[in-house]
């Protein structure tokens, strides 16, 4: 009667490893599959980007320097065409930059911890003293309010969706 039994289960666990090995294969597709779908509905429109180095060397040939400002603009270029910053569109954006006064205030709490923060505003469009020297207030009265915690550790990397 022991061989009876013996011989019934070795069936089950060749059929039963394979029903496991099915389900876990069709298991699989359907991730993969859910999510390439959900990967193209939420991301249909990337496009790989034109590399700098490609534009930089079309325009190279173009351009002749006339005049003794002209390797300095190529200077400023330059980074841009090795994938750096800067460039035309650096230089387009530079215009639009207002660096800040350092803020140094104490901190909330321990009052007597310090924190100094350079910071500098970019505009979309021409710059605008007022709303500058604004944000500056803002951003010192804000720092007077934050403690240590804060902004200390991993911590910290939330402060920075609050201001």
């Known amino acids: 009667m022991t061989d009876l039994v013996t011989a019934d289960e070795a069936p089950q666990k ?12 069709v298991l699989t597709l359907v991730g993969a599959g859910g999510g390439w779908f959900l990967g193209k509905m939420l991301a249909p429109s990337m496009q790989p980007a ?13 351009a002749a320097p006339a005049s003794p400002a002209a390797p300095a603009a ?13 460039g035309a569109a650096g230089a387009a954006a530079a215009s639009h930059v207002v660096d800040l006064k ?11 911890n310090w924190v100094r923060l350079e910071l500098s505003l970019v505009f979309k469009q021409a ?21 240590l915690q804060q902004i200390q ?3 910290a990397s ?4 609050t201001i």
């Open 14 to 25: 060749k059929s039963s490893i394979a029903v496991l090995a099915a389900a876990i294969g």
């Open 50 to 62: 034109a590399t700098p180095a490609a534009e930089g060397q079309a325009a190279a040939p173009a």
């Open 74 to 86: 190529e200077a400023a270029a330059a980074p841009a065409a090795e994938g750096g910053h800067g």
């Open 102 to 112: 350092p803020i140094l205030t104490n901190l909330a709490y321990p009052s007597d």
């Open 127 to 147: 710059v605008d003293e007022q709303l500058a020297e604004s944000v500056h207030q803002d951003i010192l009265a804000y720092m007077r309010t934050v403690s």
């Open 153 to 155: 550790g991993r911590v």
């Open 158 to 161: 939330s402060i920075s969706g």
